[in-house]
């Protein structure tokens, strides 16, 4: 899939940012994350968590777009650049620590 000019342009621009507006009064949406990098048509996490259990842990721009989330954002307290403090955030940390220590 490529990056399509017509998700920047109306009426498609307004139409997903409808959709994410209705998943943000949820929950964290992905779009939202500071922690964000988009290569292309992939969206990837600048902490290394993965986003699903692809091979390289990315995202589809266009799933990001509509403002569907990764489970892993949802629960995420890195997601405003805040200290982690989510028990999922917790046990990934204390794995790379342990990984780091051995």
Request: net charge positive.
């Amino acid at each position: 899939m490529t990056v399509k000019e017509e998700w920047f342009t109306e009426p498609e621009a307004t139409r997903l940012q409808n959709l994410r507006q209705k998943s943000r009064a949820k929950r964290h949406i992905t779009y939202d994350c500071l922690n964000n990098i988009v290569k292309g048509d992939r969206v990837f996490c600048k902490r290394g968590t993965p986003f699903g259990r692809g091979k390289d842990g990315s995202m589809m721009l266009i799933t990001v777009l509509t403002g569907r989330s990764s489970g892993v954002c949802k629960k995420c307290m890195h997601f405003n650049g805040e200290d982690c403090s989510t028990s999922y955030c917790s046990v990934s940390q204390n794995y790379v620590e342990r990984k780091e220590a051995k």
